[in-house]
């Protein structure tokens, strides 16, 4: 099993920076993509940004995301991160935290682990 926790959320006015984690522990051979995902009120859930535990840490990024958003990990402390920086409205949705043992997923049914959600609020 892996077990994952996020934190990190709350409200912020647009153009500004949240920095979400992911703590994560189990099976490490379950996890080897460490993903962030999104839901906004009334959408399906969105793919955000993934990154892989070992090698060089590859990331992948949405577009909606691309240049403003940063995943990084620690493997010292088994935690993942998404530094979100120049918010929008449009970025307000619960993220989730993910983890997939195949080697590039981009959607929610290919990720086996998930985590609660935190709410990121982006309003003035």
């Known amino acids: 099993q892996v077990q994952l926790v996020e934190s990190g959320g709350g409200l912020v006015q647009p153009g500004g920076s949240l920095r979400l984690s992911c703590a994560a522990s189990g099976r490490t051979f379950s996890r080897s993509v460490m993903g962030w995902f999104r839901q906004a009120p009334g959408k399906e859930r969105e793919f955000v940004a993934h990154?892989?535990?070992?090698?060089?840490?590859?990331?992948y990024y949405a577009d909606s995301v691309q240049g403003r958003f940063t995943i990084s990990r620690d493997n010292a402390k088994n935690t993942v991160y998404l530094q979100m920086n120049s918010l929008k409205s449009e970025d307000t949705a619960v993220y989730y935290c993910?983890?997939?043992?195949?080697?590039?997923?981009?959607?929610?049914?290919?990720?086996?682990?998930w985590g609660q959600g935190t709410q990121v609020t982006v309003s003035s």
């Open positions: 990154i892989k535990w070992s090698g060089g840490g590859i990331t």
């Open positions: 993910a983890a997939a043992a195949v080697p590039f997923p981009l959607r929610a049914d290919e990720y086996a682990y």
